[in-house]
T-cell receptor, first 111, second 112 residues
Framework: NAGVTQTPKFRILKIGQSMTLQCTQD?????MYWYRQDPGMGLKLIYY???????DKGEVPNGYNVSRSTTEDFPLRLELAAPSQTSVYFC??????????FGPGTRLTVT | ELKVEQNPLFLSMQEGKNYTIYCNYS?????LYWYRQDPGKSLESLFV?????AVKQEGRLMASLDTKARLSTLHITAAVHDLSATYFC????????????FGEGTQLTVNP
């Protein structure tokens, strides 16, 4: 199993541009999550999904959108990128409330 | 709003010593997780604690959960350099399926 994979690994965006961060898991987990981690901080939940077709906001959803059309994929869309969205983004998945498995992260810089 | 506080935030210790990291949280929950993160890397799951009184051990690390005190501890025994990393606790808000709130992390440095 590849586990949780994320693309791209690194990206530089200009202010106002948009992009989609991809996340795929091959563990047949029903729950998936997007977090952001700012330097020296813990992770903050952006959005999560408890199954295909179901998504909900986390602590910091503004400026982001998600969709979950399949069990495996959970893309995160950034619209109109702002410098405040410079961060490392982690996708994770879990089987219900058991441990979450994290992807390798996407390091995003908005200039 | 659920708050999760870890202390200390920075810990420098010598090899062979013991120490405890504390994780306090502000709401009722019996689901708490510990993760390890190496610099520039992703998070690795260490322990899943799913009930009051749960105790888990792996090598030199032992985690426990006291839901009545809203407190979890991560105890390090006879520290070695390889344990140098940042350790996060995360608490699940039970009302929302599975929705973790993370502490700020404890940056542990083990010196020879």
């Amino acid at each position: 199993n590849a586990g949780v994979t994320q693309t791209p690994k690194f990206r530089i965006l200009k202010i106002g541009q948009s992009m989609t961060l991809q996340c795929t898991q091959d563990m047949n987990h029903n729950y998936m999550y997007w977090y952001r981690q700012d330097p020296g901080m813990g992770l903050k939940l952006i959005y999560y999904s408890v199954g295909a077709g179901i998504t909900d906001k986390g602590e910091v959803p503004n400026g982001y959108n998600v969709s979950r059309s399949t069990t495996e994929d959970f893309p995160l869309r950034l619209e109109l990128a702002a410098p405040s969205q410079t961060s490392v983004y982690f996708c994770a998945s879990s089987y219900f409330v058991y441990e979450q498995y994290f992807g390798p992260g996407t390091r995003l810089t908005v200039t | 709003e659920l708050k999760v506080e870890q202390n200390p935030l920075f810990l420098s210790m010598q090899e062979g010593k013991n120490y405890t990291i504390y994780c306090n949280y502000s709401t009722t929950s019996d689901r708490l997780y510990w993760y390890r993160q190496d610099p520039g890397k992703s998070l690795e799951s260490l322990f899943v604690l799913l009930s009051n009184g749960a105790v888990k051990q792996e090598g030199r690390l032992m985690a426990s959960l006291d839901t009545k005190a809203r407190l979890s501890t991560l105890h390090i025994t006879a520290a070695v350099h390889d344990l140098s990393a940042t350790y996060f606790c995360a608490v699940d808000e039970e009302t929302s399926g599975s929705r973790l709130t993370f502490g700020e992390g404890t940056q542990l440095t083990v010196n020879p």
